[in-house]
């Protein structure tokens, strides 16, 4: 088994001549926290959709354990093991919170019909769902329709109908955005948490965050990869400095701003 979990050539997205992402080379390490981050505008969310399908490349190739995933679609890639979320959580404001971790195991086992089914058949994905629900602590939120949950409730509600589908990698975008402190706290030691046995690649804002999850970095700017490695290193890049403060000279030491 490759070290490599993911990996891309020359990935490349074009928007009628304006190069969103530009001749990418990704190696993502089997097992490890890589945060992809930059300016706002460098391309980030446009490479996770490349990734995962919901955009074409103009050219480049993926590659995804050992597989060419270029020309798959988003549900062809997310059955292999590759599943993100997003970054406005997405989840299913009137049903329950344990209805929203259900639907993702219905659909993660092949369950297309299984909504026409009774509920008494329905039931059998319950203990699943709670045992998913305890692992993101929201445990005693079950009954609550998700719409009511608070905003960092919801970000780990997406993390657990994420799990339902059982991934081998994880994607996530920013996923501690718009947080409050605590929330975030609670966010990174989530992540930390269930990225025992899978490989997580996270689009975030928050450096701090980033510092204190990644083993890896990758700098985008204007599309382009500006540097790579792990924190210390790309905080006392001069490019990477100048790509967020501007061409004065600066010194990094918390990290740089956001």
Same mark, same amino acid.
């Given at each position: 088994?490759?070290?490599?979990?993911?990996?891309?050539?020359?990935?490349?997205?074009?928007?009628?001549?304006?190069?969103?992402?530009?001749?990418?080379?990704?190696?993502?390490?089997?097992?490890?926290?890589?945060?992809?981050?930059?300016?706002?505008?460098?391309?980030?969310?446009?490479?996770?959709?490349?990734?995962?399908?919901?955009?074409?490349?103009?050219?480049?190739?993926?590659?995804?354990?050992?597989?060419?995933?270029?020309?798959?679609?988003?549900?062809?890639?997310?059955?292999?093991?590759l599943v993100r979320s997003f970054q406005i959580s997405a989840v299913?404001?009137?049903?329950?919170?344990?209805?929203?971790?259900? #639907? /993702? %195991?219905? $659909?993660?086992?092949?369950?297309?019909?299984?909504?026409?089914?009774? *509920?008494?058949? !329905? &039931?059998?994905?319950?203990?699943?769902?709670?045992?998913?629900?305890?692992?993101?602590?929201?445990?005693?939120?079950?009954?609550?329709?998700?719409?009511?949950?608070?905003?960092?409730?919801?970000?780990?509600?997406?993390?657990?109908?994420?799990?339902?589908?059982?991934?081998?990698?994880?994607?996530?975008?920013?996923?501690?955005?718009?947080?409050?402190?605590?929330?975030?706290?609670?966010? #990174? /030691? %989530?992540? $930390?948490?269930?990225?025992?046995?899978?490989?997580?690649?996270?689009? *975030?804002?928050? !450096? &701090?965050?980033?510092?204190?999850?990644?083993?890896?970095?990758?700098?985008?700017?204007?599309?382009?990869?500006?540097?790579?490695?792990?924190?210390?290193?790309?905080?006392?890049?001069?490019?990477?400095?100048?790509?967020?403060?501007?061409?004065?000279?600066?010194?990094?030491?918390?990290?740089?701003?956001?």
């Amino acid at each position: 088994m490759s070290d490599t979990i993911l990996e891309t050539d020359g990935l490349t997205k074009e928007f009628m001549g304006f190069v969103a992402v530009g001749d990418v080379s990704l190696k993502i390490r089997r097992g490890s926290i890589h945060g992809l981050i930059g300016p706002n505008g460098a391309g980030k969310t446009t490479c996770f959709n490349l990734l995962t399908k919901f955009l074409q490349p103009t050219r480049g190739t993926i590659r995804y354990d050992g597989r060419d995933i270029t020309g798959m679609k988003p549900a062809e890639v997310a059955r292999l093991g590759l599943v993100r979320s997003f970054q406005i959580s997405a989840v299913f404001p009137h049903l329950s919170v344990l209805e929203n971790v259900r #639907v /993702a %195991l219905q $659909r993660q086992r092949g369950g297309s019909f299984d909504f026409w089914r009774s *509920e008494s058949l !329905l &039931k059998q994905y319950d203990d699943r769902a709670m045992a998913l629900l305890a692992d993101v602590g929201l445990s005693g939120y079950e009954h609550l329709a998700a719409g009511e949950l608070p905003y960092g409730r919801k970000r780990a509600l997406e993390i657990a109908t994420t799990l339902a589908m059982e991934p081998q990698m994880m994607l996530l975008d920013e996923p501690t955005a718009g947080m409050t402190h605590e929330d975030v706290d609670r966010i #990174v /030691a %989530l992540v $930390r948490r269930v990225a025992v046995g899978r490989t997580v690649l996270l689009v *975030e804002h928050n !450096l &701090k965050v980033v510092s204190g999850l990644c083993d890896t970095i990758t700098v985008l700017t204007r599309g382009r990869i500006l540097a790579e490695g792990d924190y210390q290193a790309v905080a006392k890049n001069p490019e990477v400095v100048a790509a967020y403060l501007g061409t004065e000279a600066h010194t990094v030491t918390e990290g740089v701003p956001v």
